[in-house]
Nanobody, 126 residues
Framework: QVQPVEGGGGSVQAGDSLRLSCAPSVRTDATYAMAWFRQVLGKEREFVAAINWNGRITYYADSVKARFTISRDNPEKTVYLQMNRLKPDDTAVYYC???????????????????WGQGTQVTVST
């Protein structure tokens, strides 16, 4: 079983940028649809962005649209989340998730994703 592994979290000031990365824990030839979710302690996990297997289809939550960009490097089996103009409300643990196929009807449904990383903390201060 391949588990995603996140990297790139940290503590920044409002208005700064961060780039998160997500790569499989072991070498794999499979290509999955990928997504980023985030969660604040005591709240439900929230969809952030998703990308299909070849990178041609992306989806974003309204709260991050025009600030965040999801992308992928398939030869490197890595997915990225570029986060610009960060706000304190973006503070959360960010999780990378994988599934076989991305569907327009449920790309933001966490229960449809098969594999999850351990999460990386992003803290944005004023």
């Amino acid at each position: 079983q391949v588990q995603p592994v996140e990297g790139g979290g940290g503590s920044v000031q409002a208005g700064d940028s961060l780039r998160l990365s997500c790569a499989p824990s072991v070498r794999t030839d499979a290509t999955y649809a990928m997504a980023w979710f985030r969660q604040v302690l005591g709240k439900e996990r929230e969809f952030v962005a998703a990308i299909n297997w070849n990178g041609r289809i992306t989806y974003y939550a309204d709260s991050v649209k025009a600030r965040f960009t999801i992308s992928r490097d398939n030869p490197e089996k890595t997915v990225y989340l570029q986060m610009n103009r960060l706000k304190p409300d973006d503070t959360a643990v960010y999780y990378c998730a994988a599934r076989q196929v991305l569907y327009s009807r449920d790309y933001d449904n966490a229960s449809k994703y098969d594999y999850w990383g351990q999460g990386t903390q992003v803290t944005v201060s004023t």
